[in-house]
């Protein structure tokens, strides 16, 4: 490692400990404990230094609690607690599924399919990027493994056919837009579908409101489902690619399909399975099975099957990184939650929105907490920080706790596509070159203003139907 690099990761993790020393020797605000404002300091640290990003995110939340473990902050008792949760677990599991979902073929075979039915027009190419996502996000909770291991590939694949004859510049840009927004929309369409998100579900519980899958998948089908209908068009219309008509690509995909060949056993059971596994997450409940358990069942036949090996499982790095970063975000985000600083925070800040009516003041607390991600270069690092506070001071004015807890739960996804920097796939997929900065936050700000419209008045439409207000 060069001399200016380790100079340069030094600044960062002294500026992130002394921006928590300075917090942490502060006086302790009226009404809160000295453990809370402590665990605060400790917190405020990480987020920042999560944001600079010195060393990978595990790394970092493993130092934060060995400080709080260290100061007396937490007690070794609550670290267990957090490791052993059932939903820190799902997550881990459904990456063992999603391992095999791209390394069979499966995924790739996917996307192809869809560019075989929707290929015939450039906007069609755009509606089957959506599609793919779409299809894969519940099975495949990391963005960062969709972006890298489907979806960029299959934009490469289609942008190098525009190179020859048919030489299009811009069809990358256009599909790498349709990619990149659709992920926000379907990471907010299911539990799984995010690494962060069954964090949300558990920090909504601790808060005493329940979301469960169907739940989630429930209250974001209608609004979208709509978003990802009017995506590619809004893209076509405003940023679209010289080449309109498209039949070589429906070609190209049938060749790779020929290539691949008939779908393999491997291939059938892994489909079965996710099936399966959609079906549990569904309706489990009438029948006692959580989550955790229902995903613990998939990777289980696909361990017995043969088609997932234990050696892929220990090696499944993404997995036991998300476990050590996921579970320590939530032990500290839950600590300050039991603690009452977030209890205090939200009663701090509701005096501000006092006098509006819950509907206004929950809209406003929506753009508050929307745009803040322009300061995040994760979701989950937004999710920890102000989730619970945002999601108290909901509930305080008025806004009924689980339309408040689902809204901000989509909210937390959909404002990733903000920046190029909003989340793990974003710069796997601005490494293509084919977006500029300028491009990618001028669709990001205008599509948000088109996604809040259609997620707070259609869905909130959606969300009276099903009865949340």
Known sequence: MAWTEKKRIAAKLIGSFGLGLLIWMLPVPQGLSVIAWRLFAIF??????????????????LFALTIALLTNTIQWSDVCTGFGNDIVWLIVFVFFVAKVFVSTGLGNRIAYTILKIFGKNSLGLGYGIVATNLIMSPCIPSVTARAGGVIFPMIKSLADVFTGPSHDPRMGAFLT??????????SAMFLTAMAGNPMIAMLAQESSISISWTDWAVAAIVPGLISLAVLPYF????????????????EMAREKLRAMGPMSRQEKTITITMVLLIVLWIYGHFIGMKETVAAMLGVSVLLLTGILRWKDVLEEQSAWDTLIWFASLMILASQLNKTGFSSWF????????????????????????????????????????????????????GTPPQLAALVLAFISNLNVGLTHYGSGSAPVLFSGGYVTVREWWQVGFLFSLILLFIWIVIGGFWWKFLGYW
Do not use: D
């Open 346 to 397: 939200s009663q701090s800040i509701v005096g501000h929105v006092e006098g509006f009516h819950w509907g206004w003041g929950f809209v406003l607390i929506i753009l508050i907490y929307f745009y803040s991600h322009y300061f995040f270069a994760s979701a989950v690092a937004q999710i920890g920080a102000m989730y619970v506070p945002f999601l108290l001071v909901a509930v305080l004015i």
């Open 235 to 250: 893209v076509f219309r405003f940023w679209p690619p010289m080449v309109r008509q498209t039949p070589h690509v429906k």
């Open 44 to 61: 405020i640290a990480t987020i920042v230094c999560i944001i600079l990003n010195p060393f990978p995110m595990g790394v970092i939340t």
């Open 177 to 186: 837009l349709c990619a990149y927004q659709s992920m926000a929309i379907t």
